[in-house]
């Protein structure tokens, strides 16, 4: 089964320094645009030339490995009601991760996450804590 990785792990790897094959281990494993989109801004908001140039080939390496899922219909139906549910639930969790877990949730896979506390609210998501 593939796992849909969180940005917040992906932030995690880059911080340590740690190779990017701890990204793409043995299984399957994918990000969501609304991850490659936070890269991306990452990317542009350093204000010095040496950490936008080493971001810069961070992001595009992970990229390279982890395909980002588009946001389909599909997946904003799905999005539509854990949105709902949780604002009723009063439990709202911030808006990318909501479309991170649309997405996981739309394609039926467990999300890899450093925010499992937040993840944890949407009902019926997999989600994988990462320390």
């Given at each position: ?91 709202l969790i911030g808006a990318h ?24 609210r949407v009902p019926g998501l ?6």
């Amino acid at each position: 089964m593939a796992v849909l990785i969180d940005t917040s792990v992906v932030v995690d790897v880059e911080r340590r320094r740690a190779p990017l094959e701890a990204l793409a281990g043995e299984e399957d494993r994918a990000i969501s645009v609304v991850t490659a989109s936070e890269l991306l801004h990452g990317v542009h908001r350093a204000a010095d030339p040496t950490l936008r140039m080493r971001r810069h080939a961070f992001v595009e390496g992970v990229l390279a490995r982890l395909q980002p899922i588009p946001i389909t219909m599909h997946v904003a139906r799905a999005h539509a009601e854990i949105w709902a549910r949780l604002e009723a639930d009063g439990a709202l969790i911030g808006a990318h991760d909501l479309w991170i877990a649309a997405t996981a949730l739309a394609h039926g896979m467990p999300v890899a996450t450093v925010n499992a506390r937040h993840f944890e609210r949407v009902p019926g998501l997999e989600v994988l804590a990462v320390a």
